[in-house]
């Protein structure tokens, strides 16, 4: 699914995000990506996302190099990647039902695909009763959970989060890491960035630790396999 092979990103005017981070998350894995605030972890998701290239090594996803991608071939690739951020970047002019259509809209969809998929995607987040909503008069739970929402709309096999509980209480935190859980159970690769170590330790699952850009723990090669299958 996921390879990094001695992968460094330098950014303009000299600074290292990532040094030589090497790792491979397996088709159906679910991982978080632990560490320091600025030790790397946006930046290896930005990487994996086609957000930003690498500037020495090699990002694989699903055996294709994602170094040497045209850019045409960008979005097609994202059709596959469902990718949640911190503060949601929801669109407070439309209902939660607009938003979370959005990727769907945009690739053409027949109108009553696109009502079966998002109320199935509302319904799976426990929002379908808000679908008439704004997203302004949501907690800021339900509004996390419209961002995910919107990022499994589209079926994706690939599942990115950044911090997506770093504006939560700890209860709220809970109930947004256990949907992350249910993609995975059904075969979604899930890779979360998270600071939330409690949290994670409660989870159980294998995790890649930054500092300073560099891979300083790998759980990965030592996870144990999960039973995947599909959500309709």
Same mark, same amino acid.
């Given at each position: 699914?996921?390879?990094?092979?001695?992968? *460094?990103?330098?950014?303009?005017?000299?600074?290292?995000?990532?040094?030589?981070?090497?790792?491979?998350? *397996?088709?159906?894995?679910?991982?978080?990506?632990?560490?320091?605030?600025?030790?790397?972890?946006?930046?290896?998701?930005?990487?994996?996302?086609?957000?930003?290239?690498?500037?020495?090594?090699?990002?694989?996803?699903n055996r294709i190099n994602?170094?040497?991608?045209? #850019?045409?071939?960008?979005?097609?690739?994202?059709?596959?990647?469902?990718?949640?951020?911190? /503060?949601?970047?929801?669109?407070?002019?439309?209902?939660?039902?607009?938003?979370?259509?959005?990727?769907?809209? &945009?690739q053409g969809y027949r109108?009553?695909?696109?009502?079966?998929?998002?109320?199935?995607?509302? /319904?799976?987040v426990g929002l379908l009763? %808000?679908? %008439?909503?704004?997203?302004?008069?949501?907690?800021?739970?339900?509004?996390?959970?419209?961002?995910?929402?919107?990022?499994?709309?589209?079926?994706?096999?690939?599942?990115?989060?950044?911090?997506?509980?770093?504006?939560? /209480?700890?209860?709220?935190?809970?109930? &947004?890491?256990? &949907?992350?859980?249910?993609?995975?159970?059904?075969?979604?690769?899930?890779?979360?960035?998270?600071?939330?170590?409690?949290?994670? /330790?409660?989870?159980?699952?294998? #995790?890649?630790?930054?500092?300073?850009?560099?891979?300083?723990?790998?759980?990965?090669?030592?996870?144990?396999?999960?039973?995947?299958?599909?959500?309709?």
């Amino acid at each position: 699914m996921i390879e990094f092979h001695n992968v *460094t990103k330098r950014y303009e005017g000299g600074f290292e995000a990532l040094s030589n981070v090497s790792l491979q998350l *397996t088709d159906g894995q679910m991982a978080f990506i632990t560490g320091h605030s600025g030790a790397g972890k946006s930046t290896l998701l930005k990487i994996i996302a086609l957000i930003e290239k690498p500037t020495r090594g090699q990002a694989l996803l699903n055996r294709i190099n994602l170094n040497t991608l045209s #850019r045409h071939r960008v979005p097609y690739i994202r059709r596959n990647i469902g990718i949640i951020f911190q /503060d949601h970047q929801l669109l407070f002019d439309r209902p939660v039902f607009d938003n979370v259509a959005l990727p769907l809209s &945009i690739q053409g969809y027949r109108p009553q695909e696109i009502a079966k998929r998002t109320r199935a995607a509302l /319904d799976k987040v426990g929002l379908l009763h %808000k679908e %008439k909503s704004m997203p302004i008069t949501l907690s800021g739970g339900e509004q996390q959970r419209v961002g995910i929402a919107r990022a499994v709309v589209h079926k994706p096999m690939l599942l990115l989060a950044d911090e997506p509980t770093g504006n939560l /209480d700890p209860a709220l935190s809970r109930e &947004i890491m256990k &949907i992350f859980v249910e993609f995975n159970q059904v075969g979604v690769t899930v890779l979360v960035a998270s600071h939330d170590l409690d949290l994670i /330790d409660e989870l159980d699952k294998p #995790r890649i630790t930054l500092n300073r850009g560099q891979l300083i723990l790998n759980d990965l090669d030592q996870s144990q396999e999960e039973d995947g299958g599909g959500w309709q």
